[in-house]
């Protein structure tokens, strides 16, 4: 099944009526009295188009402020803009992109990511450190050695589902390993994050094996604009890897309770309630486990 495909199955015409019922004069208002918040996210969108897509640009800023005025709990968060960009140039369409938006944040569990809650990445950028230690051990080894974690690179991967490579500006088509990763994510969740992580590191892990810390964060910086991306021999390479991953639900509910371990242990740390929703929200409530693989 294709991407679009999968992403249609998203819809909900509930949330495309809810997007029209929001007034031009309650989008006036929200600018008005929301000044910082409606500034943040005109940045984030022009700085992802540039000066292309001039019409698209002005319809991703209204679907992001009208799921800002609908959503406040959650409100706008950076990264955002990324995913609903991509929905956009999909569908050409501003209720669908807001149904579908809304949808990937509440079901697949992006809302935990996306919280203005910095500590709540901590879990996982803990998940990620583990699983390298786990698959690629001397990738691993080497960035302990260099001091250089997963909290310096993973949260745009995380945040974003990886949309935030795109680059808009001269876009012909969405990259096909973009895609790949995508459609596992609409098929097991965040989970696949995690090993759409790993198949990345792998790929470059030679050549990290070989920098040193600035070195290491440069070459991942500019892992946007890598042609890996367009690589259709890389996009079958990373199919054929499903199985070489394995961060099942067992195994991150395992990493899970040693963080909380750790956080217990540690004067530096605490658990907030929103961790154990997080672990309940991925592992346990039967609605949510659907749009996981089974163990």
């Not at 909900?12 to 009295?33: M, P, Q």
């Not at 990620?128 to 310096?152: C, M, Q, V, W």
């Not at 994050?193 to 470059?204: A, C, G, I, P």
């Amino acid at each position: 099944m294709c991407i679009r495909d999968r992403y249609s199955m998203l819809y909900s015409h509930s949330y495309a009526e809810l997007y029209l019922t929001v007034t031009e004069n309650e989008i006036k208002d929200f600018c008005s009295n929301n000044k910082k918040v409606d500034n943040v996210i005109r940045m984030d969108v022009e700085r992802s188009f540039g000066n292309s897509f001039k019409e698209m640009k002005e319809g991703v800023i209204r679907v992001l402020r009208c799921y800002t005025i609908l959503n406040p709990k959650t409100s706008y968060c950076q990264g955002m803009h990324c995913i609903a960009n991509l929905l956009l140039f999909l569908y050409k369409d501003e209720p669908v992109a807001f149904s579908m938006l809304c949808k990937l944040i509440d079901d697949f569990g992006i809302s935990l990511l996306l919280k203005n809650d910095v500590p709540l990445f901590h879990p996982y950028f803990y998940k990620l450190n583990r699983l390298i230690g786990i698959y690629l051990p001397r990738l691993h080894k080497h960035l302990s050695e260099e001091n250089f974690d997963a909290t310096l690179f993973a949260s745009p991967w995380l945040l974003t589902a990886f949309t935030y490579v795109i680059q808009w500006p001269g876009l012909v088509e969405i990259p096909p390993l973009l895609l790949a990763f995508l459609n596992e994510f609409l098929t097991e969740g965040v989970k696949s994050l995690f090993k759409s992580s790993l198949f990345l590191l792998e790929l470059h892990q030679d050549e990290y094996l070989r920098l040193e810390y600035g070195s290491i964060f440069q070459s991942l910086s500019m892992l946007p604009k890598s042609k890996i991306f367009y690589d259709l021999g890389i996009v079958e390479e990373y199919k054929r890897s499903a199985g070489k991953y394995n961060a099942s639900n067992k195994l991150l509910e395992k990493l899970q309770i040693e963080y909380e371990e750790i956080c217990r242990s540690s004067a530096n740390y605490s658990i907030s309630s929103e961790i154990y929703e997080e672990r309940h929200y991925l592992y346990k409530d039967n609605k949510i486990c659907l749009l996981y693989t089974s163990d």
